[in-house]
């Protein structure tokens, strides 16, 4: 699952939509996955996390669903607000490594339009 | 609360010279932080794991001798770009794993 990102994908949505930004990782043994959000010229933000033996689990207006079958990971933000246009990354924990490394997606830049 | 700090927020720095990037946790130790480099629009890439009091341990393609990591307490890791290169400005990230990791606001460099 230590994927390298070339492309940012890009997602714009209306002030109020709902918005789903979606992760494929290719690792079957990662247990641990984490979404974050980076603003421009900061530092990644802990936004929702989800462990394994989870489907879903849901935060303050997120919610992250887990497919292990397909080795899928979705964000889901509930009525998108201005604020939340930013850079989302999923990364996962692939405890295989030994030292709990976590391993981050291409990332997807979600502009949310007034 | 917990926070992971970072100093410089950004430098430039003329080619060739060295500089070290401090990443410091608040509140609580770390015995273990990551070094992450962010290239502009893609995805962060692992550098290397940063043990307090032991060596680094860094992934594969860096340089070690490059970049030189200490973690001398367990509240400071720093990061040392020896000899840089126009090709070493990047975006550079410290975190340390306090429940889903916590990160720095990230240090940019700028070589000139």
């Known amino acids: 699952g230590e994927s390298v990102g070339l492309h940012l994908p890009t997602l714009s949505v209306q002030e109020g939509d709902n918005s789903i930004i979606n992760c494929a990782y290719s690792?079957?043994?990662?247990?641990?996955f984490i979404w974050y959000k980076q603003e421009s010229g900061k530092g990644p933000q802990f936004i929702i996390d989800?462990?394994?033996?989870?489907d879903k689990r849901q935060g303050q207006r997120v919610t992250v669903l887990l497919n292990k079958t397909v080795k899928h990971l979705s964000l889901q933000i509930a009525a998108t607000q201005p604020g939340d246009s930013a850079v989302y990354f999923c990364?996962?924990?692939?405890?295989?490594?030994?030292?709990?490394?976590?391993?981050f997606g291409t990332g997807t830049r979600l502009t949310v339009i007034p | 609360g917990a926070v992971v700090s970072q100093h410089p927020s950004w430098v430039i720095c003329k080619s060739g010279t060295s500089v070290k990037i401090e990443c410091r946790s608040l509140d609580f130790q770390a015995t273990t932080m990551f070094w992450y480099r962010q290239f502009p629009k893609q995805s962060l890439m692992l550098m290397a794991t940063s043990n307090e009091g032991s060596k680094a341990t860094y992934e594969q393609g860096v340089e070690k001798d490059k970049f030189l990591i200490n973690h001398a307490s367990l509240t400071l890791s720093t990061l040392t770009v020896t000899s840089a290169h126009p090709e070493d400005s990047s975006f550079y990230i410290c975190?340390?794993?306090?429940?889903?990791?916590?990160f720095g606001p990230g240090t940019r460099l700028t070589v000139l």
């Open positions: 989800i462990r394994s033996n989870m």
């Open positions: 990364a996962e924990n692939v405890p295989q490594t030994g030292a709990n490394n976590l391993f």
């Open positions: 975190s340390a794993r306090v429940i889903g990791s916590l």
């Open positions: 690792n079957s043994a990662s247990d641990y």
